[in-house]
Nanobody, 111 residues
Framework: QVQLVESGGGLVQPGGSLRLSCAAS????????MGWYRQAPGKEREYVAG???????NYADSVKGRFTISRDNAKNTVYLQMNSLIPEDTAVYYC?????WGQGTLVTVSS
């Protein structure tokens, strides 16, 4: 069955960096578009970034220039490098493939 397991979240100070990972299994990763979403407390889940099978990328305006999505098909893993983090980036971050979601990893940006 499809499994998406996120990791790499934690507490970071404003201006800091984190790299999230999403390990995928149960489907052919290299031919799957992948995405990252987030849900902040009291808000709806929102799109963050996406990457196609050809490694074309797309970003929400709120993270453009600060976040980078990438993939390693040999490891069946998609990454989200987050730099220059701000408190507004605090959220649970989810990995998505089609209708499948991971369990999420919490990112807290606070001093």
């Amino acid at each position: 069955q499809v499994q998406l397991v996120e990791s790499g979240g934690g507490l970071v100070q404003p201006g800091g960096s984190l790299r999230l990972s999403c390990a995928a299994s149960g489907f052919i990763f290299r031919i799957s578009d992948m995405g990252w979403y987030r849900q902040a407390p009291g808000k709806e889940r929102e799109y963050v970034a996406g990457i196609t099978t050809g490694s074309n990328t797309n970003y929400a305006d709120s993270v453009k220039g600060r976040f980078t999505i990438s993939r390693d098909n040999a490891k069946n893993t998609v990454y989200l490098q987050m730099n220059s983090l701000i408190p507004e980036d605090t959220a649970v971050y989810y990995c998505r493939r089609s209708t499948y979601w991971g369990q999420g990893t919490l990112v807290t940006v606070s001093s």
